[in-house]
């Protein structure tokens, strides 16, 4: 590319250019990938070191002010609006890196950078090594499921160790009945990290202020939001202000039903502790809407929830799924599938389902390979937890697994549908970082739909069909709490916001997170405690962790966008993968968003998801009303 003679076009520089990004991108995946799923732990190690290596060949091409200069220098009065749009965008890129200052100024912002990696890293380091344990005498443990009691014995001082691991902590929070206890975890949970990362995100604060500032922007929430939907850091606080106002109604009338709650123990009770809210809801949630998460498990044995999610994504796409048989690779349960329209593939993803020592331990989709129209097709895959069907169990899953299941097959269909793209660097999910929660969002709403669970939800011993009646109460009964959700959320997103919107050394942690507490939830924080320490996202997401709840809007009007009386009627989901899906990040978000809805996203469908709760009637009509 850069030994090109004579006037750059896109054939002799974009072209060159791109297939680099793909085979940087096919590297870094791929070895990510088996970072996260070789069972071999020598592997593993390889796989990091790989994952290294093809970031910093990655950072190298960023860096790089010869490739800046060559994409600046292509002539695009002839190309497309994807074309050029890509050119626009990695030209905004190679600026936000700073490529085009001075030898001085860049020398400078390496360092800022490195410095920023290292922080971060101590930053996430001392939160995963900042562990804590307390005591518990087993009287506390009233309230807690069996399984649970039984994996917590007293040690030979007759005490229980619980950690503020989340299998241990959560638990405590949503069933002890101890007050005294889930106050003491809590305490214990709100510091971890701390004093020890009081220093590091201080350092971190100022390296980040310096870097924003030395590329022209006034503070790092401003430049981090450069190059997403958001555009303007002040975007952000005007986002928190309309969510707190969308959603005050809701969560004040929440709180009530808790604060009632709270009074049936303690009758002079007016305000409720942070800690508490889990544990009410939780009250609540039995006593008015007479739901227990167990009842619905036998409806959904994991290969009857996988073929219905396949069969719901295919109905709604307006594709199809089929197996590839004896394909090797590192674990013998891993499944791979071709995606099927008009008898064409046009991708390629792999289910990695059941939990393995080693293995990753979470949920997530993760690309393998960008779609390249013509060159190569996308290819995706899912790494999940689920529970393994054996031959005397059939792999009974949780409410929210499957809605976990949804949620991570709705990013899957984006970057195999975005990925019929020209380019590597616009294919699938490659676009602005703050909304590619969207369509994953979208699709966990169908897990609600008695028109979707008909179809595969049965019991697995008697195959009777999910009752119709049980659907109406987990629906409700998992959307108890929304109002309270939202306000956290937007908290959270607050604090982050707001301790990198101005001078770090303006910046009071414990202050800037009492206060948003205070502002924008309903709930008093509990005294002494410094949970920003150990809030991970003020590292990987910095300013940016509004973006879950900036998706959540956006989901919510385009779920509303379908008839919710038989979801796949009408125009909207052929309209919703063309207009919205198979674009990829051959424009901006913005626009999709814009295009779809025929304006841009409002409070409005949030706001109606949160008052699910207390709607009898459940959902809205039709598109629109
Ligand atoms: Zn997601």
Same mark, same amino acid.
């Given at each position: 590319?850069?030994?090109?003679?004579g006037?750059?076009?896109v054939?002799?520089?974009l072209?060159?250019y791109d297939e680099?990004?793909?085979q940087?991108?096919?590297?870094g995946?791929?070895?990510?990938?088996?970072?996260?799923?070789?069972?071999?732990?020598?592997f593993?190690?390889?796989?990091? #070191?790989?994952?290294?290596?093809?970031?910093?060949?990655?950072?190298?091409?960023a860096?790089?002010?010869d490739?800046?200069?060559?994409?600046?220098?292509?002539?695009?009065?002839?190309?497309?609006?994807?074309?050029k749009?890509?050119?626009?965008?990695?030209?905004?890129?190679?600026?936000l890196?700073?490529?085009d200052?001075?030898?001085a100024?860049r020398?400078?912002l390496?360092?800022l950078n490195?410095?920023?990696?290292?922080?971060?890293s101590?930053?996430?380091?001392?939160?995963?090594d900042?562990?804590?344990v307390?005591?518990?005498?087993?009287?506390?443990l009233?309230?807690?499921?069996?399984?649970?009691?039984?994996? $917590?014995k007293?040690?030979?001082?007759?005490?229980?160790k619980?950690?503020?691991?989340?299998?241990?902590?959560f638990?405590?929070?949503?069933f002890a009945?101890?007050?005294a206890l889930r106050?003491?975890?809590s305490l214990?949970? %709100?510091?971890?990290?701390y004093?020890?990362?009081?220093?590091v995100? #201080?350092s971190?604060?100022k390296?980040?202020y310096?870097i924003?500032t030395?590329?022209?922007?006034?503070?790092?929430?401003?430049?981090?939001?450069?190059?997403k &939907?958001?555009?303007?850091?002040? %975007?952000i606080?005007?986002?928190i202000?309309?969510v707190?106002?969308?959603?005050?109604?809701l969560s004040?009338?929440?709180?009530?039903?808790?604060?009632?709650?709270k009074?049936k123990?303690d009758?002079?009770a007016?305000?409720?502790?942070d800690y508490e809210r889990?544990?009410?809801s939780?009250l609540?949630?039995?006593?008015?809407?007479?739901?227990?998460?167990q009842?619905v498990r036998?409806y959904?044995?994991?290969?009857?929830?996988?073929?219905?999610?396949?069969?719901t994504?295919?109905?709604?796409?307006h594709?199809?799924?089929q197996q590839e048989?004896n394909?090797?690779s590192?674990d013998?349960t891993v499944?791979t599938w071709?995606v099927?329209? $008009?008898?064409?593939?046009?991708?390629?993803?792999?289910?990695d389902?059941?939990?393995?020592?080693?293995?990753?331990?979470?949920?997530e &989709?993760?690309?393998?390979?960008?779609?390249?129209?013509?060159k190569?097709?996308p290819e995706?895959?899912?790494?999940?937890?689920f529970?393994?069907p054996?031959?005397?169990d059939?792999?009974l &899953?949780?409410?929210?697994?499957?809605?976990?299941?949804?949620h991570?097959?709705?990013?899957?269909?984006?970057?195999?549908?975005?990925g019929?793209q020209q380019w590597?660097g616009?294919?699938?999910?490659?676009m602005?970082s703050?909304f590619?929660?969207?369509p994953s969002?979208?699709?966990?709403?169908?897990i609600?739909?008695p028109?979707?669970?008909?179809?595969?939800?049965?019991?697995?011993?008697t195959?009777?069909?999910?009752?119709a009646?049980?659907?109406?109460?987990? %629906?409700?009964a998992?959307a108890?709490?929304?109002?309270?959700?939202v306000?956290?959320?937007?908290a959270l997103s607050?604090?982050?916001?707001d301790?990198?919107?101005?001078k770090p050394e303006?910046v009071?942690?414990?202050k800037v997170?009492?206060d948003?507490?205070?502002n924008l939830?309903?709930?008093t924080?509990?005294?002494?405690t410094h949970?920003?320490?150990?809030?991970?996202h003020?590292?990987?997401y910095?300013?940016?962790?509004?973006t879950?709840?900036?998706d959540?809007v956006?989901?919510e009007?385009?779920?509303?966008?379908?008839?919710?009386?038989n979801?796949?009627?009408?125009?909207a989901p052929?309209?919703?993968?063309?207009v919205?899906?198979?674009?990829?990040?051959?424009?901006?978000a913005?626009?999709l968003?814009? %295009?779809?809805?025929g304006?841009?996203?409002? &409070?409005?469908?949030?706001?109606?998801?949160?008052?699910?709760e207390?709607d009898?009637?459940?959902?809205?009509?039709a598109?629109?009303?």
């Amino acid at each position: 590319m850069l030994a090109v003679k004579g006037p750059r076009t896109v054939e002799n520089t974009l072209a060159p250019y791109d297939e680099a990004v793909r085979q940087n991108n096919s590297a870094g995946y791929f070895a990510g990938l088996m970072e996260q799923v070789h069972p071999d732990a020598t592997f593993r190690d390889h796989a990091t #070191t790989m994952l290294t290596k093809a970031s910093a060949a990655q950072t190298a091409i960023a860096l790089n002010h010869d490739v800046y200069a060559a994409l600046a220098a292509i002539d695009l009065s002839h190309a497309d609006a994807a074309t050029k749009y890509y050119v626009q965008r990695q030209l905004l890129e190679f600026r936000l890196s700073g490529v085009d200052k001075d030898d001085a100024t860049r020398a400078r912002l390496k360092k800022l950078n490195q410095q920023s990696t290292e922080e971060q890293s101590m930053f996430d380091r001392n939160i995963s090594d900042g562990k804590k344990v307390i005591d518990a005498d087993p009287s506390e443990l009233d309230g807690l499921p069996k399984d649970y009691i039984e994996r $917590h014995k007293p040690g030979p001082d007759g005490k229980i160790k619980i950690t503020t691991d989340y299998p241990d902590a959560f638990p405590i929070f949503t069933f002890a009945k101890s007050d005294a206890l889930r106050r003491r975890l809590s305490l214990a949970f %709100n510091t971890r990290a701390y004093p020890k990362n009081q220093e590091v995100l #201080t350092s971190l604060l100022k390296t980040r202020y310096e870097i924003a500032t030395l590329l022209g922007f006034s503070n790092w929430a401003d430049y981090n939001a450069a190059d997403k &939907m958001m555009q303007k850091g002040h %975007n952000i606080a005007d986002f928190i202000q309309q969510v707190n106002d969308a959603s005050l109604p809701l969560s004040k009338r929440e709180f009530q039903m808790l604060l009632a709650e709270k009074k049936k123990t303690d009758p002079g009770a007016t305000e409720i502790w942070d800690y508490e809210r889990t544990y009410l809801s939780e009250l609540v949630r039995r006593s008015q809407y007479d739901f227990d998460s167990q009842s619905v498990r036998p409806y959904f044995p994991f290969m009857e929830v996988k073929q219905g999610i396949l069969d719901t994504a295919a109905d709604l796409f307006h594709v199809s799924f089929q197996q590839e048989q004896n394909v090797p690779s590192w674990d013998p349960t891993v499944e791979t599938w071709l995606v099927i329209d $008009h008898g064409k593939p046009i991708g390629r993803f792999y289910l990695d389902m059941h939990p393995r020592p080693g293995k990753f331990s979470h949920a997530e &989709m993760a690309p393998v390979l960008d779609g390249v129209r013509g060159k190569q097709l996308p290819e995706a895959i899912l790494v999940c937890n689920f529970p393994a069907p054996t031959a005397d169990d059939p792999g009974l &899953m949780d409410y929210g697994d499957v809605q976990t299941f949804f949620h991570e097959f709705g990013h899957l269909m984006h970057h195999i549908l975005g990925g019929q793209q020209q380019w590597a660097g616009i294919s699938g999910i490659s676009m602005e970082s703050d909304f590619v929660e969207a369509p994953s969002q979208m699709l966990e709403e169908w897990i609600a739909s008695p028109q979707v669970l008909a179809k595969f939800a049965r019991n697995y011993k008697t195959g009777e069909p999910i009752p119709a009646e049980l659907v109406a109460r987990a %629906n409700r009964a998992s959307a108890f709490g929304r109002g309270a959700w939202v306000a956290r959320q937007n908290a959270l997103s607050a604090i982050s916001y707001d301790i990198y919107k101005t001078k770090p050394e303006n910046v009071d942690l414990d202050k800037v997170t009492v206060d948003d507490n205070r502002n924008l939830t309903l709930f008093t924080p509990l005294p002494d405690t410094h949970m920003w320490a150990s809030f991970g996202h003020l590292g990987g997401y910095s300013s940016a962790y509004y973006t879950y709840l900036w998706d959540k809007v956006i989901a919510e009007d385009f779920f509303l966008q379908f008839d919710h009386n038989n979801l796949l009627a009408g125009d909207a989901p052929m309209r919703y993968r063309r207009v919205v899906l198979e674009p990829g990040g051959s424009m901006s978000a913005n626009d999709l968003v814009k %295009n779809f809805l025929g304006r841009p996203q409002s &409070m409005t469908a949030l706001q109606h998801w949160m008052g699910e709760e207390f709607d009898s009637t459940s959902a809205p009509k039709a598109a629109g009303q």
